[in-house]
């Protein structure tokens, strides 16, 4: 799911990476709208409020969503430098320090929650921003392990990318070309349908748990992570087996 690259990659481990991605994508929105009246999933709404302050000259509230953007960008940069970095000594595990920083911050956040009641409500914008940072992290990670292929925070571009392919079903008639469409549109609905279950199943997690529901969202990460090393126990192993019998 996260250890191939490249030519390498199938279409299953796209699969696989988007929706459970998503679906962490799609808590950690309900929660950030819920619980911070904020977008901590992109940044596009941002700029439109960060223009309207600065139309109203309210312009300490306008550097407030110019700093959600910045550590959304912050964010998507660490992770991808992390990445970079680790690639040239371990490249089998390139992806697991930006996982685990995310799922550090889902955890804080909830452990602040659980401590300090009403604590990230009286200081929402630093919450906002460790969301924010989060998501960058795994919307930046997200990307180049799927080449481009899967974004899992926001769903503009995906909609966007889906009308296209739609479109293209009343051109393309060769099989293999529409074998290869509705795959892509597949995993596009994949993307959007986990989301939607993360929002919902968020949105009603926080009215019990408040923001303690990151915990799931955490758990789904590391979960990730077990089911990726598993895989690669099992693939390493059946090799030994391969090349001492056969």
Known sequence: MFRHQGKNRAYSHNLKLA?????????????????????????????????????????????????????????????????????????????????????????????????????????????????????????????RVSGAVVRTTHLTGLFTDLGIVLSQLFFYKNRAERVRLFRSIFLMLAIIGCFFIGCVAGGFLYFHYQFKTLLLAAMLLLFALWYDQLLMSYYTLRRRIQKRYW
Not at 42 to 48: E, I, K, P, R
Not at 76 to 105: D, N, R
């Open 19 to 143: 929706s459970l991605l998503s679906g962490v994508a799609g808590i950690v929105n309900s929660i950030g709208v819920l619980g911070l009246s904020t977008l901590t999933t992109n940044v596009t709404g941002h700029f439109a409020f960060f223009a309207e302050e600065v139309t109203e000259e309210n312009y300490s509230r306008a550097m407030v969503y110019l700093i959600y953007t910045f550590f959304f960008l912050l964010g998507s940069f660490v992770s991808s430098l992390i990445m970079e970095w680790v690639l040239k000594h371990k490249p089998e595990v390139s992806y697991v320090i930006p996982i685990l920083i995310e799922v550090a911050l889902l955890v804080g956040i909830s452990l602040v929650d659980l401590f300090f009641e009403g604590a990230l409500i009286k200081y929402s914008v630093f919450c906002a921003l460790a969301l924010l940072f989060s998501m960058g992290l795994q919307n930046s990670l997200v990307t």
